[in-house]
C-alpha cells in the first residue's frame, strides 16, 4: 500500500515550468489525493518567489480548501537573458549571485515557512523541493557555475535545518530536497550535452514521484536523487 493512502491535497509551486506542468498532469490522474493545486506567478492567486506576500497568499489559498499532504516547490533558476553560470571567478557578479539566491535559496525558504505547517499532522506528509547535485559541496569536483553551486547548497542547509523544526512540530511530516537529474526543459537545453541521461519531464515527475512515495520518516531532512540514491551534502 502506497504511503499516501489517506486522502489530501497536492500543490506544486512553479507548476508553469517543464517538470511542474509534468507533476500536476501526472498528481490529477491519481485518485490518493482530494485536490491538486499549481501556483506560478501566472496561477490565481499569482505565486512570485521574490515576493512574500504572495507566497503566504497562496498558502492562504491552500489552507482554505484542505488539508496538504503532498507539497512540491519545483522551482529553480540556472540562467535567464543576463545572467548565464561561470566558469571563472573573473565572471563573478553580484547581481548574479543576488539573483541566484533570491530564487534558489531565499524564494524556497519563504515557501517553507508559510507551507511548512500547512503539512497534515495526522498523517505522513511530504514537502518535497528540488535542488541539484551541483549544489553538493562534497560531489564538487569540477568547479564553476558558481551562484547556481552556492545558491543550491544553500538551499540543502535550509531544507536541513527547517527539517529539524519540522520534526519537533509535526512528527509525519517530512522536508526533504531532490535532484531530478538532467531534464529536458527550459533550464537545462543550452547546457546539455552527448553523453548525459536527459530524461523528458514526464519521466522526471514520475521518477521523481516514485522517490517520494518511497520516503519514510527517517528520510526527513535528507537529500536524494531521481533513483532514490542519498546524495553528498
Not at 499549481?38 to 489552507?63: K, M, N, Q, V
Request: hydrophobic share 40%; aromatic share 6%; with cysteine.
Amino acid at each position: 500500500m502506497s504511503k499516501h493512502d489517506e486522502a489530501g491535497l497536492a500543490v506544486v509551486i512553479g507548476a508553469s515550468g517543464g517538470i511542474g506542468s509534468a507533476l500536476i498532469e501526472r498528481l490529477r490522474g491519481d485518485p490518493r489525493y482530494d485536490a491538486v493545486l499549481g501556483f506560478s506567478r501566472s496561477s490565481d492567486p499569482a505565486l512570485d518567489l521574490t515576493d512574500e506576500g504572495s507566497i503566504e497568499a497562496a498558502a492562504e489559498s491552500t489552507r482554505a480548501q484542505g488539508q496538504a499532504v503532498l507539497v512540491i516547490d519545483a522551482t529553480g533558476f540556472l540562467h535567464d537573458e543576463h545572467f548565464t553560470p561561470e566558469k571563472s571567478w573573473r565572471q563573478l557578479d553580484p547581481e548574479h549571485l543576488a539573483r541566484a539566491f533570491a530564487l534558489n535559496a531565499t524564494g524556497p525558504a519563504l515557501l517553507m515557512k508559510h507551507f511548512l505547517p500547512l503539512l497534515s499532522r495526522s498523517k505522513r506528509s511530504v514537502f518535497a523541493t528540488l535542488s541539484a547535485r551541483v549544489g553538493s559541496i562534497g560531489d564538487n569536483r569540477l568547479g564553476g557555475w558558481h551562484s547556481y553551486r552556492a545558491s543550491k547548497a544553500a538551499l540543502n542547509m535550509l531544507v536541513r535545518g527547517l527539517s529539524i523544526e519540522l520534526r519537533r512540530r509535526n512528527p509525519h511530516g517530512l522536508c526533504v530536497a531532490l535532484h531530478p537529474g538532467t531534464v529536458d526543459t527550459g533550464l537545462s537545453q543550452p547546457f546539455s550535452r552527448q553523453g548525459l541521461n536527459v530524461r523528458s519531464p514526464n519521466v522526471a515527475a514520475e521518477e521523481l514521484l516514485a522517490v517520494i512515495d518511497r520516503l519514510d520518516e527517517d528520510d526527513n531532512g535528507r537529500f536524494f536523487d531521481y533513483r532514490g540514491e542519498p546524495v553528498a551534502w
